[in-house]
């Protein structure tokens, strides 16, 4: 038998990943009694939040839009660092390699010069100066991004949750689906136990797991795939391959993207080729050889510094990407006041803030501008990807 609604709040924020996590510290400072829910907890290692980082790129190609809220995040994600005095954001900068005159960086440079965002077109030989440890092998140029870097993605998460509760915030701990409704309306949400959640608006920010607790909406929506990622160990005493000494780095045509060494950890390096279907809940996080293989083939090219250096730490990741990789935020077909909010597809982890800010103007009703309709709930045309590996595979 189910028991009674133990809390009521304005907004229940379901999933504390980056997406749910700023909504609810946002909406907060909007005056919203706010309610965050997780399984696992904020910033946990099967969330697609969880890893130590991720990138924080302005690049986006011919598109401006995403280079505009890259922007916005970065401030927000500096501002969160200040206030809880850790630091989140490492402006290492992101380094592009280009392996044609006219692609994916070249597009990225004239959007961002039109945008005044800092950005550097180098040739081969500049790159080799400035980071000789770098193979310069079929390099036609590189883009610098010197105001970008990485974000140290699970404390940021963590520290966000924790600013949330400073500022007012409630968290629980507790794996909810949708409960009671009336009409078209959801009243609450329940946990096994039967514990009850009753709010005005709810927000479903549960990443890959938003395809399973929805499956007639969202189901064919968005796809969740198994990501490997390795950490390669830099030799004893070699500080080349450091935070300090290296950008972050993108090679969108091979389909390969790392950041630096820091915090004492190894050198990560991903292959964005899209893996097999995963449940984010119970499979096994076990790189395939097959990844490792196509890593070191890629190293042997750009970082030969780190070729037969051995790996130190093997991450599993997962993306639920949509067809056309723009993020999903839209009202719930069925309940007036149900908000889907994900579809990260590889590179939403940054821009975190940001859709914090756009859930929060459409819960008060602010009408969104044409270029926001690209998040809306409906059948989407495949694209070519915002991240590196939505164009092609990474080469076996
Ligand atoms: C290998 C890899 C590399 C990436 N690189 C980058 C990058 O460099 N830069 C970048 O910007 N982005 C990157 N991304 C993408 C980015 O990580 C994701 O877009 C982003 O983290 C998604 O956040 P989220 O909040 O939507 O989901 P999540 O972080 O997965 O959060 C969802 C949360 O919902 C909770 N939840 C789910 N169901 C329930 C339930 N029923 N009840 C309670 N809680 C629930 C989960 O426990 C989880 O904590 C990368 C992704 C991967 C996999």
Request: net charge negative; proline share 7%; glycine share 12%.
């Given at each position: 038998?189910s ?45 697609t ?7 924080i ?21 500096i ?9 989140i ?10 392996g ?15 945008l ?9 030989e500049?790159v ?13 140029f ?7 870097g ?24 507790a ?11 959801l009243l ?14 709810f ?33 004893a ?90 993020f ?5 077909p ?20 940001a ?35 939505g164009?092609?595979?990474a080469?076996?």
């Open positions: 038998m028991r009674t609604t133990e809390r009521r709040a304005d907004l229940v924020v379901v999933g504390a990943g980056t997406m749910g996590t700023w909504t609810a510290l946002l909406a907060g400072r909007s005056g919203r009694s706010t309610i965050l829910v997780d399984a696992f907890g904020a910033g946990h290692p099967r969330a939040s969880g890893d130590e980082n991720r990138i790129r302005n690049s986006h190609g011919t598109d401006p839009f995403y280079s505009r809220w890259a922007r916005r995040a970065r401030e927000h994600w501002a969160l660092g200040e206030q809880v005095a850790e630091q954001f490492v402006q290492a900068g992101v380094l592009w390699f280009a044609r005159r006219d692609g994916f960086e070249a597009d990225s440079y004239r959007t961002l010069a039109a005044d965002i800092p950005v550097e077109h180098l040739s081969p500049e080799g100066a400035r980071w000789p440890q770098v193979g310069l092998d079929s390099l036609s590189a883009l610098f991004e010197p105001e970008a990485f974000l140290l993605a699970r404390r940021g998460v963590a520290a966000a949750a924790r600013q949330f509760g400073r500022e007012g915030g409630t968290f629980r701990l794996d909810l689906r949708p409960g009671r409704t009336d009409g078209h309306r609450d949400v329940v946990d096994g136990a039967g514990e009850r959640i009753a709010a005005g608006t927000v479903f920010a549960c990443g890959p797991w938003l395809p399973g607790l929805f499956p007639e909406a969202v189901g064919s929506l968005i796809k969740v795939t198994k990501q490997d990622v390795i950490y390669i160990g830099p030799a005493g070699d500080g080349r391959f450091r935070s300090d000494k290296l950008p972050a780095w993108v090679d969108y045509d091979e389909a390969f993207w790392g950041v630096p060494a820091h915090d004492e950890r190894g050198f990560k390096i991903g292959p964005d080729r899209e893996g097999p279907p995963f449940d984010p809940s119970s499979e096994d996080r076990v790189v395939d050889s097959s990844s490792i293989d196509v890593v070191r083939r890629y190293l042997a090219l750009r970082f030969p510094g780190l070729a037969d250096q051995p790996i130190v730490e093997t991450r599993v990741c997962q993306y639920e990407t949509t067809p056309d990789t723009h999903l935020i839209d009202r719930h069925d309940w007036d006041n149900v908000w889907l909010v994900g579809g990260g597809s590889g590179h939403g982890f940054k821009h975190g803030p859709i914090g800010e756009h859930v929060v103007a459409r819960l008060d009703g602010r009408a969104v501008g044409p270029d926001e309709e690209r998040f809306g709930l409906r059948e989407r045309e495949p694209q070519p990807g915002m991240r590196t590996g164009h092609q595979p080469r076996a």
